[in-house]
C-alpha cells in the first residue's frame, strides 16, 4: 500500500533579480519515506527547500502539509517547524558553548513551579531521546566536544523531538567519513521506520543508492522527474542532470586543434591530497593543452583544482612547474609563478561588488606587482577598456560598480583579471555557468585561442558538450577519487558512462 503522501508542492515559482529560479516546480513527500532531491548546482534545490521553509517567498504555486487545511506558507524558519517541517544543514547550527540537553531544549525548557530551568528533568528527557535513537553520549556534556556527525545526529535529534513530520537534510554527509556516514544512515532508517518523511539533499550518488527509495532531479529551475530509486539507474540519473542523453556529440574544435606531441609539461604532480576534500592524485598537464575536470558537483573537481593552485594546502606529493619542483602554500604564490584561478562561485570568491569594473579588472594584476609599484591609472584605464572590448563586456562605462552588471558580464570582468596577468595556466572552474549561448561560444573559442599560444588551461564544466568542444583529454573524479583519464574515447556517452562508474544497470 502507498504511504500516505505529507507534503505537496505544486507550481512553485520564484526569480531572482534575471534569474528564474524555480519554474513551476512541483515535489511530493510521502510519509516513511527517504526522498533525494538532486541536480548540479544552480539546479534550484536550496531555492525550493527556501520555498518551504520560509526563508524565501515564493511567487506562485502552493504547498500543502498533511494535517493542516487549505495551502500553507511558512515566512520564517521557526513557522515551519511550529507546522512539523525541520531543515538541518551541513554546518550545524546549535550552540556549542551548551551542553547537548540544552541544545536540545533551547526556546522549549522544561519549567519548575516557580519558572526556573528544571535541569534535571531537561537532562532526563535528554538522555530517554538519545537512547531511542541509539546514540550513547553524555548530554550534560558540551556540544563542542563532539564530532560533527554526533552535533548532526543532536541537531536532527532536536528536530524529532519537535515531533516533525518532514525532516530536511540538506548536504548533511559532507564533512563525515563513511563509518560516520553509516551512522547517519542507521538514525535516518530509524526515522523513516517511525514515519518520518525525509527530504535527503545530497551530491554523492553511492548515498542516493544506499538510502533512498524516490529521487527528485531538477535542471535549471525546472522539474526533470520524480523516479522510483529502482527505475532511475546511475547513468540515467547523471543524464538528467546534466541535461544529455547519448547523443554522441563529437568534439567541434576543427582547426583550433593544437598538436601536444612534442610539447613540454607544464605541471607535473604526485601524489597531491587535501584531507577531507581529496584523495592522492597524479595530474599533468603540458603547455598548449586543456585538461577537463569531470565528475558531478562534489566529486573533487574544484578542490582538485584549488589544491594545485594552493588555495587550499597540498599536505602530501609533490609538484613540478616547469621541470622545477616547487611547493605552493598560497595563492600569491601560484601567481608569481604565472598561474589564475577563476572561481566557481563569482558571488563569493570572484567579484569585489563595491569596486568598479576597471578595478575589478586590475586586481590581480596589482596583487602580482606589489603594494609598491602601483599600475597607473592612465594604464589602468587602458587595460580595462582593452578587455571590455576583447570581451564584448556590456557596461555603460568602466567605473560602473560590477555589482550592476549581470551575472555573465560579472564572469567576463573575472575572466578579463585573469587574462590581464598574462598567464601560463589557468583555471577556469564553471566559466561560462549562467550565461548566455552566444558569450559560452565566445569563451570556448577564446580557451582554445589561449591553448593555441601555448597557455596550458584546465577547464571544469558541468556541461559535457561544452567540455568535449574544448578539452584534448579529460580527467574525471568521484566522491573525491581521480577515478580515471579519457583520451582517445571523448564522447558525451563514454563521459557520463566514467561519472557514473561504468555501472548502467544499477
Known amino acids: 500500500m502507498e504511504n500516505k503522501v505529507i507534503l505537496t508542492m505544486r507550481g512553485i515559482s520564484m526569480t531572482f533579480p534575471g534569474v528564474k529560479a524555480l519554474d513551476h516546480v512541483d515535489f511530493t513527500l510521502r510519509q516513511g519515506e527517504i526522498h533525494a532531491l538532486m541536480g548540479e548546482n544552480g539546479a534550484g534545490k536550496s531555492t525550493l527547500i527556501k520555498c518551504l521553509t520560509g526563508i524565501n517567498a515564493f511567487e506562485s ?70 537512547k531511542e535513537l541509539q546514540i550513547d553520549i553524555d ?32 548536504e548533511p554527509t559532507s564533512s563525515l567519513d563513511d563509518h560516520e556516514v553509516e551512522k547517519l544512515f542507521i538514525l535516518m532508517n530509524k526515522l523513516k521506520a517511525q514515519g518520518v518523511g525525509i527530504i535527503f539533499v545530497t551530491h554523492f550518488l553511492e548515498q542516493v543508492y544506499a538510502v533512498c527509495d ?8 525546472q522539474l526533470v522527474g520524480e523516479y522510483p530509486i529502482a527505475d532511475l539507474p546511475r547513468v540515467k540519473l547523471v543524464a538528467a542532470m546534466m541535461g544529455k542523453d547519448f547523443d554522441d556529440l ?38 598548449g593543452e586543456v585538461v577537463g575536470l569531470t565528475g558531478l558537483l562534489g566529486s573533487g573537481r574544484t578542490e582538485l583544482a584549488r589544491v594545485l593552485y594552493g588555495a587550499d594546502k597540498a599536505q602530501t606529493g609533490t609538484m613540478k612547474v616547469n621541470g622545477k619542483e616547487v611547493k605552493i602554500n598560497a595563492p600569491i604564490e601560484a601567481m608569481q609563478l604565472g598561474m589564475g584561478l577563476l572561481p566557481d562561485d563569482r558571488k563569493a570568491e570572484g567579484i569585489i561588488a563595491d569596486l568598479s569594473v576597471r578595478e575589478n579588472i586590475i586586481l590581480a594584476m596589482q596583487a602580482k606587482q606589489g603594494v609598491f609599484r602601483q599600475i597607473s591609472m592612465k594604464e589602468q584605464q587602458e587595460i580595462a577598456d582593452k578587455y571590455i572590448e576583447m570581451l564584448s563586456i556590456k557596461t555603460a562605462s568602466r567605473e560602473t560598480l560590477i555589482r550592476q552588471l549581470s551575472g555573465g558580464n560579472q564572469q567576463k570582468v573575472i575572466l578579463a583579471r585573469w587574462l590581464a596577468t598574462d598567464p601560463d595556466f589557468l583555471i ?40 568535449l568542444r574544448t578539452c584534448s583529454r579529460m580527467v574525471v573524479l568521484r566522491d573525491g577519487v581521480k577515478v580515471g583519464e579519457l583520451t582517445d574515447e571523448l564522447t558525451q556517452n563514454h563521459v557520463m558512462q566514467a561519472i557514473a562508474g561504468g555501472d548502467t544497470d544499477e
Open 61 to 130: 504555486g502552493e504547498i500543502r502539509v498533511d494535517g493542516i487545511e487549505g495551502p500553507v506558507v511558512n515566512h520564517s524558519t521557526l513557522d515551519a517547524q511550529k507546522k512539523g517541517i525541520s531543515t538541518v544543514y551541513q554546518e550545524v547550527n546549535l550552540c556549542p558553548n551548551l551542553s547537548v540537553a540544552e541544545n536540545l531544549f533551547i526556546g522549549r525548557e522544561p519549567r519548575t513551579k516557580i519558572g526556573t530551568i528544571n535541569r534535571r528533568e531537561m537532562n532526563t528527557r535528554a538522555a530517554a531521546i538519545m
Open 139 to 170: 548530554v550534560t556534556e558540551n556540544l563542542e566536544n563532539f564530532s560533527l556527525a554526533i552535533q548532526q545526529m543532536i541537531a536532527i535529534a532536536r528536530a524529532v523531538d519537535m515531533e516533525c513530520k518532514v525532516l530536511i537534510l540538506d
Open 214 to 221: 524516490r529521487i527528485t532531479v531538477l535542471r535549471n529551475g
Open 250 to 287: 563529437a568534439s567541434i574544435k576543427g582547426d583550433m586543434a593544437v598538436d601536444l606531441s612534442h610539447a613540454d609539461y607544464y605541471i607535473e604532480a604526485q601524489g597531491l591530497s587535501h584531507k577531507g576534500t581529496i584523495k592522492p592524485f597524479d595530474f599533468t598537464i603540458k603547455k
Open 428 to 467: 577556469l572552474d564553471e566559466p561560462t555557468r549562467g550565461i548566455d549561448i552566444g558569450t559560452k561560444t565566445e569563451i570556448q573559442k577564446l580557451v582554445l585561442k589561449l591553448a593555441k599560444e601555448g597557455k596550458s588551461i584546465i577547464f571544469i564544466s558541468s556541461e559535457i558538450e561544452e567540455m
